[in-house]
């Protein structure tokens, strides 16, 4: 089953911070995010395996707690280029997984100057 | 180092026509993955690879075929074009990672195909 991220959209001004949920229904392995900027490929930004453990990349977080199957995105002192689509993915827990992840919908995040 | 190559990166095809989107990496990754964006949603996956000669379906394979004889390169075979099927298409590898998700996928730029 498809994660559910929150919020859809999100429209900050230079410098606002951000956080983009995305929760799950079954057990999870591991959570992975990726930015897509129009017309390119997704990006990928950072992996949290089941552990609990919080990871950071430059001004950009992230948490997991397998606990209650969810995920959430910390973007602080948000620029410009931070504009674009976050997507989560989803691996499940107990079960051969083989690499293969259930992205999310998307949420669309655009920073004004 | 070029990463995951896609070609064509566009195509319109006329419907009932068949085409092969090819997809190559030079990472020597293990795992393969075909994927569908449709306009504002996220990615579904259409079919996967774990190994040369070990393919397995996705999330929507219907309408859609692959095969995987080297390492290097996982195409995707439409056979009967159908409008439905109007959508990027991506093509992304990764490291081999067990039985668990803990490697990254690397995406290739995406073909984007148009069915009338």
């Known amino acids: 089953q498809q994660p559910v991220q929150s919020p859809q959209a999100v429209i900050l001004r230079e410098g606002e911070d951000a956080v983009i949920n995305c929760s799950s229904s079954?057990?999870?392995?591991?959570v992975h995010w990726y930015r897509q900027k129009h017309g390119e490929a997704p990006v990928f930004l950072m992996i949290?395996?089941?552990?609990?453990e919080q990871k950071g990349h430059d001004k950009i977080s992230a948490s997991f707690n397998e606990k209650k199957q969810q995920s959430s995105l910390y973007l602080t002192a948000s620029q410009l280029s931070y504009s674009g689509t976050y997507f989560c993915?989803?691996?499940?827990?107990?079960?051969?997984?083989?690499?293969?992840?259930?992205f999310g919908q998307g949420t669309i995040l655009t920073v004004h100057p | 180092n070029a990463g995951v190559t896609q070609t064509p990166k566009f195509r319109i095809l006329k419907i009932g026509q068949s085409m092969t989107l090819q997809c190559t990496q030079d990472?020597?990754?293990?795992?393969m993955y075909w994927y569908r964006q449709d306009p504002g949603m996220g990615l579904k996956l259409i079919y996967y690879?774990?190994?040369?000669?070990?393919?397995d379906k996705g999330e929507v394979p219907n309408g859609y075929n692959v095969s995987r004889s080297t390492t290097e390169d996982f195409p995707l075979r439409l056979e009967l074009a159908a409008p439905s099927q109007t959508s990027v298409y991506f093509c992304?590898?990764?490291?081999?990672?067990?039985?668990?998700?803990?490697?990254?996928?690397?995406f290739g730029d995406g073909t984007r195909l148009s069915i009338l």
């Open positions: 079954k057990a999870l392995y591991s």
């Open positions: 690879s774990v190994g040369a000669g070990i393919t």
């Open positions: 992304a590898s990764s490291p081999r990672a067990g039985v668990y998700s803990n490697q990254p996928q690397h």
């Open positions: 949290l395996l089941k552990g609990g």
């Open positions: 993915g989803t691996a499940s827990a107990g079960g051969t997984s083989y690499g293969k992840l259930t």
């Open positions: 990472m020597n990754h293990n795992y």
